[in-house]
């Protein structure tokens, strides 16, 4: 079985998932909620990033010229 790691990447369940997952730890060990926020958004922020570069990139390849 193949995975389709473009398609993973640009999940925004997948980079949802990762920013819950990581301000839960943040709170769990002692972190104030506001330090959780900030880096969930910046989690997600950078997923739109990695999602925009990953879709231009997909469609740049399939407009390609022979």
Do not use: H, Q
Not at 22 to 49: K, R, W, Y
Request: with cysteine.
């Amino acid at each position: 079985m193949k995975i389709d790691w473009k398609r993973k990447l640009t999940s925004r369940k997948l980079w949802v998932a990762v920013a819950g997952f990581i301000a839960g730890i943040i709170v769990a060990f002692g972190g104030d909620s506001e330090a959780a926020e900030t880096v969930s958004g910046c989690i997600l922020s950078g997923a739109a990033v990695v999602g925009y570069i990953i879709g231009e990139g997909l469609a740049d390849s399939s407009n390609k010229s022979e």
